[in-house]
């Protein structure tokens, strides 16, 4: 009866803390190769009133959808010229685990819609059981097709971005660690804590990586990702202190 008890009077952790941050800003989900959608995005936000000079951007740019390379130069010539920023996703971490050992982490990828974003390059078809010199040849070929500049311009992607107490990342964050602290696994893939234990310290996530149908701010957490390949709809949030306003395509 006592463990009863204790059940009745248990409560669930509630994030209550308000939207603050230092200025708005505009961050736009999960791309996967969906460029079109992208230009179309970019032209709305350009039209909303009062549009903030920051656009942040959650990762996955590559894969699955057609137009990895497009969306690749168009987000690496913008970041360039406004300053928008622009994280690293798990997708463009398994493309730069490829290009350091293309027939370890080539299969993998290539599952996850690597075949399309070399496709989006000019490059064909690998075969998950090619020999080592084949899944090298790749690796040589997408290089020189990205070139240096995109590749050091992806290497040198961040995995969060901050600002007043709204941040945000890829995936997902641990919520027991503070965001400087984060191993960058839980950033890039996700925690299994992040989606039902509220953060204490007042901090906002905003994330993609996960399909939502519905954008909502709900415990802390703020899910943009609605599955542009698949659904063609790609999502940004325009976000201020007075609210978050959902733009799509």
């Known amino acids: 009866m006592r463990f009863l008890s204790q059940l009745i009077g248990y409560r669930r952790p509630v994030f209550n803390a308000p939207l603050q941050p230092e200025d708005p800003f505009v961050v736009v989900g999960d791309i996967h190769g969906c460029d079109g959608l992208l230009a179309q995005l970019l032209e709305r936000v350009a039209m909303v009133p009062q549009c ?15 137009h990895s390379a497009e969306v690749l130069f168009r987000l690496q010539a913008l970041s360039q010229s406004t300053g928008a920023i622009c994280l690293m996703g798990n997708h463009e971490q398994m493309m730069l ?9 080539g299969p993998r ?10 496709a989006s390059f000019g490059l064909g078809h690998i075969a998950e059981a090619a020999p080592d010199e084949t899944w090298q040849a790749a690796r040589d070929d997408l290089r020189r097709a990205m070139g240096p500049e995109l590749e050091f311009w992806i290497r040198s992607l961040p ?28 950033l890039l893939w996700g925690h299994p804590d992040f989606p039902r234990t509220p953060r204490r310290d007042g901090l906002w996530v905003i994330h993609g990586h996960t399909i939502v149908d519905r954008i909502a701010a709900e415990q802390g957490r703020i899910g ?13 949030a325009f976000v201020s202190a007075a609210d978050v306003e959902i733009l799509s395509t």
Do not use: C
Not at 58 to 66: A, F, H, L, P, W
Not at 166 to 186: I, N, Y
């Open 109 to 118: 990828w290539l599952r996850y819609g690597g075949l399309q974003t070399l």
């Open 224 to 236: 943009i990702d609605t599955g542009a390949y698949a659904t063609g709809r790609l999502s940004a």
């Open 97 to 105: 685990d490829f290009l350091e050992n293309p027939a370890k982490n």
């Open 52 to 66: 903030p000079d920051q656009l942040v951007f959650v990762g996955d740019y590559i894969d699955r959808g057609e």
């Open 159 to 186: 995995v969060y971005w901050r600002s007043g107490n709204m941040a945000v990342v890829h995936a997902g964050a641990d919520p027991q660690v503070r965001l400087s602290e984060q191993e960058r696994r839980s």
